[in-house]
C-alpha cells in the first residue's frame, strides 16, 4: 500500500528557513521515477493552490508568490521530494500537502497527509 509521509512542517518566524520532505512508502521505483511530483498548500478559508512542481527530467515550475523563495527537488533513490522554504512570510502559514501523479493514469494519484507550516510576524 502506498502511502505519502511528509515530515518538516512547524513554527518559524518569518525571514527563516523550513524544508519539507516526503517519501513515497511502499511506492516502486519504476512509479516515483516517471511520476510528476508537487507541493501544495491550504490555507484557512482558501482553496488548495499548487506551490511548486517537478517533472520526472526535473524541470520546475512555482507559484509567482514563491519564486525566489522556495526549491523544489527530488530524489529518486529515496523516492522522496522536497521543499526548502527561505524567507518565509505570515502569508505563507498553511497546511503543505505533496502529491504525486504516475505516468499511468490508471494508477490514480497520491498525496501526503499535510503539514502545518506556521510563520510569525
Known amino acids: 500500500q502506498v502511502r505519502l509521509v511528509e515530515s518538516g512542517g512547524g513554527l518559524v518566524q518569518a525571514g527563516g528557513s523550513l524544508r519539507l520532505s516526503c517519501t513515497a512508502s511502499?511506492?516502486?521505483?519504476?512509479?516515483?521515477?516517471?511520476?510528476?511530483l508537487g507541493w501544495y498548500r491550504q490555507a484557512p478559508g482558501e482553496q488548495r493552490e499548487l506551490v511548486a512542481a517537478?517533472?520526472?527530467?526535473?524541470?520546475?515550475t512555482y507559484a509567482d508568490s514563491v519564486k525566489g523563495r522556495f526549491a523544489i527537488s527530488r530524489d529518486n533513490s529515496r523516492k522522496r521530494v522536497y521543499l526548502q522554504m527561505d524567507s518565509l512570510k505570515p502569508e505563507d502559514t498553511a497546511v503543505y500537502y505533496c502529491?504525486?501523479?504516475?505516468?499511468?493514469?490508471?494508477?490514480?494519484?497520491?498525496w501526503g497527509q499535510g503539514t502545518q507550516v506556521t510563520v510569525s510576524s
Open positions: 511502499g511506492m516502486i521505483t519504476s512509479v516515483f521515477n516517471p511520476s510528476a
Open positions: 502529491r504525486v501523479e504516475p505516468r499511468e493514469r490508471r494508477l490514480g494519484e497520491y
Open positions: 517537478i517533472t520526472p527530467d526535473k524541470s520546475t
